[in-house]
């Protein structure tokens, strides 16, 4: 696959593809969010402990993970067009389902099945917007696509507000029906806009390049309509200092993201002692800020390409941006409840989200050839660590009952990330590719 677009589609209808990849993150992170935001009454009607809360986003990720390659690996050879709305049907399926279930072990069924077709989600569109969009405006292209996960997990809340009763049995059951009921209308709406071959997976040798070429240059090999990395197999690419950055970078700031996304709503209300209406309304604003963040970054990096920077160096600057801001969520243990804690995590919320643009547009500079493939493998490695993370840290809460350790650790990782991308990833084709 490589930057054609179709001929005979304009400019208005990519952007429409890319609004309909913002509300499929968005359909993604509703059904993914529900749990987290009734979390504190589903432990309560289930009589959880706090590490079988964890198991249950243990359960989720380690499924994640395996269909990040799974899905990867398939999105490589399948026409994307029909790919992207069964894995969307079947995970909403499984949000459905959700709310039907009566015991633990159907909770932790349900959450493992969401967890391995929802993976699906990411191979599938990130190859859209590497199909569509050339490498100066990929990161804005990821921005829409990635905002679409803040707007779900800040609706959520809202919806858990309005229709959750906390001292009702059972009253969360129906949210998770009507979230997991709103994909159906987007398989309608993506079948209507997409042809077979409009995200048709098409072959062009390889260009050869000088040596000397800057990863910039091959950015532009890639943007012409040549296949990255056609000539090389998937598993070449592993051992290369690209790969290795976006491990590093991967790693980090899925460690910091779920940590928030999955823990918040219990370090608000268990830990720090918020009313639940006051948790979901801080949890709205954390979104909202996210979705500033997540746009923010996509404008900006496009900006500072037309002004004259690189298209990397605007990437390194908008994600070291990113990280200070999150940073500052390491200064929580020392923060009382109150208007500075807050302000730390809106600042928190606002870097997070801004940092996914730039890795996605950075994954996508590996190989044009085996993009699903690059996909689902940093997927997987994403989800393993953080899923692991999730139940050990559950059984840290039960011991200690505290979350603030664990808020504060996440919130550092992003720097090391920055570190990386600024120091390690390759400036010529040779490093990049060999």
Same mark, same amino acid.
């Given at each position: 696959? &490589?930057h054609q677009?179709?001929?005979d589609?304009s400019q208005?209808?990519?952007?429409w593809?890319?609004?309909l990849?913002?509300?499929a993150s968005?359909?993604?992170?509703?059904?993914r969010?529900t749990l987290?935001?009734?979390s504190?009454?589903?432990? +309560?009607?289930f009589?959880?402990?706090? +590490?079988?809360?964890?198991?249950?986003?243990?359960?989720f990720g380690?499924a994640?993970?395996?269909?990040?390659?799974?899905?990867g690996?398939?999105s490589?050879r !399948?026409?994307?067009r029909?790919?992207y709305p069964?894995?969307l049907l079947?995970?909403?399926?499984?949000?459905?389902a959700t709310g039907?279930?009566?015991?633990y072990?159907?909770?932790?069924w349900?959450r493992?099945?969401?967890?391995?077709?929802?993976a699906? %989600?990411?191979?599938?569109?990130l190859? !859209?917007?590497?199909?569509?969009?050339?490498p100066?405006?990929?990161?804005?292209?990821?921005?829409?696509?990635? *905002?679409?996960t803040?707007i779900?997990?800040?609706?959520t809340p809202l919806?858990?507000k309005?229709m959750?009763d906390?001292?009702s049995?059972g009253s969360?059951r129906?949210?998770f029906?009507?979230?997991?009921?709103v994909?159906?209308?987007?398989v309608?709406?993506w079948?209507l806009s997409?042809?077979?071959?409009?995200l048709?997976?098409? *072959?062009?040798?390889?260009?050869?390049?000088d040596?000397n070429?800057?990863t910039?240059?091959?950015s532009?090999?890639?943007?012409?309509g040549h296949?990255?990395g056609a000539?090389r197999s998937f598993?070449s690419?592993?051992?290369?200092r690209r790969?290795l950055?976006?491990?590093?970078v991967?790693?980090a700031i899925?460690?910091?993201?779920h940590?928030?996304r999955v823990?918040?709503m219990?370090f608000?209300?268990?830990?720090?002692?918020?009313?639940r209406?006051?948790c979901?309304?801080?949890n709205? /604003?954390f979104n909202?800020m996210?979705?500033?963040?997540?746009?923010s970054?996509?404008?900006? &990096?496009?900006w500072l390409?037309r002004?004259?920077w690189t298209v990397h160096g605007?990437?390194?600057?908008v994600f070291?941006?990113?990280?200070?801001l999150?940073?500052?969520?390491g200064l929580?243990?020392?923060?009382?409840s109150?208007?500075?804690?807050?302000?730390?995590?809106?600042a928190?919320?606002?870097?997070?989200l801004g940092l996914?643009?730039?890795?996605?547009?950075?994954?996508?500079?590996?190989?044009t050839? %085996?993009?699903g493939k690059?996909?689902g493998?940093l997927g997987?490695?994403?989800w393993?660590f953080?899923s692991?993370? %999730?139940?050990?840290f559950?059984?840290?809460?039960?011991?200690? +009952?505290?979350?603030?350790?664990?808020?504060?650790?996440a919130?550092?990782?992003?720097i090391f990330?920055?570190?990386?991308?600024c120091l390690? /990833?390759?400036?010529?084709v040779?490093e990049?590719?060999?």
């Amino acid at each position: 696959m &490589s930057h054609q677009t179709p001929a005979d589609r304009s400019q208005v209808w990519i952007w429409w593809v890319c609004g309909l990849l913002l509300l499929a993150s968005t359909i993604n992170y509703m059904d993914r969010q529900t749990l987290a935001n009734t979390s504190v009454q589903i432990t +309560k009607e289930f009589e959880l402990s706090e +590490k079988q809360y964890g198991t249950l986003e243990t359960a989720f990720g380690l499924a994640f993970a395996v269909g990040a390659s799974l899905f990867g690996f398939i999105s490589d050879r !399948t026409n994307v067009r029909w790919l992207y709305p069964i894995v969307l049907l079947l995970w909403s399926a499984m949000g459905f389902a959700t709310g039907l279930v009566e015991t633990y072990a159907g909770l932790l069924w349900c959450r493992l099945l969401l967890g391995l077709f929802e993976a699906g %989600h990411w191979p599938c569109a990130l190859k !859209t917007t590497q199909r569509l969009l050339p490498p100066d405006k990929r990161a804005l292209g990821n921005s829409v696509l990635q *905002s679409g996960t803040a707007i779900g997990a800040m609706v959520t809340p809202l919806i858990i507000k309005t229709m959750v009763d906390p001292n009702s049995r059972g009253s969360w059951r129906p949210a998770f029906q009507i979230v997991a009921a709103v994909g159906v209308g987007w398989v309608v709406l993506w079948l209507l806009s997409i042809r077979s071959r409009d995200l048709h997976t098409t *072959s062009a040798p390889q260009t050869p390049t000088d040596p000397n070429d800057t990863t910039e240059n091959l950015s532009s090999v890639a943007s012409a309509g040549h296949v990255v990395g056609a000539g090389r197999s998937f598993f070449s690419l592993l051992p290369t200092r690209r790969f290795l950055v976006l491990v590093i970078v991967v790693i980090a700031i899925n460690l910091c993201w779920h940590q928030f996304r999955v823990w918040m709503m219990k370090f608000l209300e268990v830990g720090r002692g918020y009313s639940r209406d006051d948790c979901l309304l801080v949890n709205f /604003w954390f979104n909202v800020m996210t979705d500033i963040g997540c746009l923010s970054a996509g404008i900006a &990096s496009a900006w500072l390409c037309r002004v004259g920077w690189t298209v990397h160096g605007s990437r390194c600057m908008v994600f070291g941006l990113c990280s200070f801001l999150v940073a500052l969520g390491g200064l929580i243990p020392w923060i009382p409840s109150g208007p500075t804690l807050i302000f730390i995590l809106m600042a928190v919320g606002i870097g997070s989200l801004g940092l996914f643009p730039c890795y996605y547009a950075l994954s996508q500079e590996m190989s044009t050839a %085996h993009q699903g493939k690059i996909t689902g493998m940093l997927g997987t490695i994403a989800w393993v660590f953080p899923s692991i993370w %999730h139940r050990e840290f559950g059984g840290w809460v039960d011991l200690h +009952k505290s979350y603030d350790v664990g808020m504060c650790l996440a919130s550092l990782l992003p720097i090391f990330a920055w570190a990386a991308m600024c120091l390690l /990833w390759p400036k010529n084709v040779d490093e990049a590719v060999g």
